[in-house]
């Protein structure tokens, strides 16, 4: 029985079979066990069969689906810190942490930053803004490291893709 229920079989019941009452009150009390447990929708963590991979790649993706969403909505604001991010979406630390890695290929912070620099980039070829607002409007609040950090991710100062863009009438 303890067997059946390590591996999530909880429909497994023990036989009494009248012969012990040691054995039938313990059969009992772990019929009982299972029998709650299974009433709870308790779900072996150990179990890898899989559609219990499958429901767990499905559930990370879907988690991770929304903290995307979620920086992408909020690239203008600090991004909260790992620990406030799973309790904002209902998971643990590492579990985001971990799901993120494996899906993406990369940290949290290194997705945000990246992000904020892809919306600086675009924000400088296709408006007229100054580079101190488009830093301001990308989540940099001190545009020395809004210049270094793009300089780094685009081999050129957020000047020069200014200076080469072409002046747009409608901003």
Do not use: C, W
Not at 29 to 56: D, I
Not at 91 to 116: H, V
């Amino acid at each position: 029985m303890l067997f059946e229920m390590a591996i999530g079989n909880l429909a497994f019941r023990i036989q009494l079979d009248g012969h012990d009452k040691e054995f039938d009150e313990l059969a009992v009390l772990l019929n009982n066990v299972a029998g709650k447990l299974k009433s709870y929708g308790y779900v072996n963590p150990h179990n890898t069969n899989q559609n219990t991979l499958l429901e767990t790649e499905q559930t990370a993706a879907a988690l991770i689906q929304k903290v995307l969403d979620y920086i992408q909505n909020h690239l203008e604001e600090p991004l909260p810190s790992s620990k406030e991010l799973s309790k904002m979406f209902g998971t643990n630390e590492f579990t985001l942490k971990e799901s993120f890695r494996k899906l993406l290929k990369t940290s949290i912070y290194q997705f945000y930053n990246e992000e904020r620099l892809k919306k600086a980039h675009l924000l400088i070829q296709q408006t007229g803004i100054p580079l101190k607002e488009i830093a301001l409007m990308s989540g940099f609040y001190n545009y020395t490291n809004f210049y270094k950090a793009f300089k780094k991710r685009f081999n050129y100062p957020p000047s020069e893709l200014k200076r080469n863009t072409p002046k747009n009438d409608n901003s």
